[in-house]
């Protein structure tokens, strides 16, 4: 894995861990990895959230800063033995850039605008926020039995 560091916190009630990772086009691939070491290969969300980290990671690294040299983003995963959560920080926005993540409508023949809208069929819920240094958290969560 080429995560550059990663923490444990506390267990009780459930798995919370953060994971930095270099903002390279294999970031999205080392966040799949993360989820099978974090979630365990018989989580009930493991196959979605692996879809979804990889969307999000792959957003973080194209999108924003996070792609740029020495740039990175932060994976924060949050589990029980039923539900997931995971958010995927950027290293801010690109210069000049001011939009938020949003559900593109990507015209028939393209190639790309369509991982939000993966990202939306395949969560109960996800979002984004801004936080106060100019970087965005898009987030997603399951919760319940999975189909």
Do not use: K
Not at 3 to 20: E, K, Q, V
Not at 47 to 57: D, F, G, I, T, W
Not at 75 to 85: G, K, M, N, P, S
Not at 114 to 143: E, I, K, N, Q, Y
């Amino acid at each position: 894995m080429s995560a550059t560091a990663s923490t444990r916190a506390a267990r009780a009630p459930g798995l919370r861990l953060l994971h930095r990772l270099d903002g390279v086009p294999e970031a999205a691939s080392t966040a799949r990895d993360i989820m099978v070491l974090d979630l365990g290969p018989r989580h009930p969300y493991l196959y979605n959230a692996q879809l979804v980290v990889s969307e999000l990671a792959t957003n973080a690294v194209t999108h924003t800063c996070s792609g740029l040299p020495g740039g990175f983003l932060i994976l924060y995963v949050e589990a029980t033995a039923q539900t997931a959560r995971i958010e995927v920080g950027d290293a801010g926005p690109l210069p000049g850039a001011r939009t938020r993540p949003r559900i593109a409508r990507p015209d028939a023949d393209s190639e790309h605008g369509r991982g939000l809208a993966l990202v939306d069929a395949f969560t109960d819920d996800w979002g984004t926020r801004r936080d106060a240094d100019g970087t965005s958290t898009v987030w997603a969560c399951w919760s319940g039995e999975a189909p």
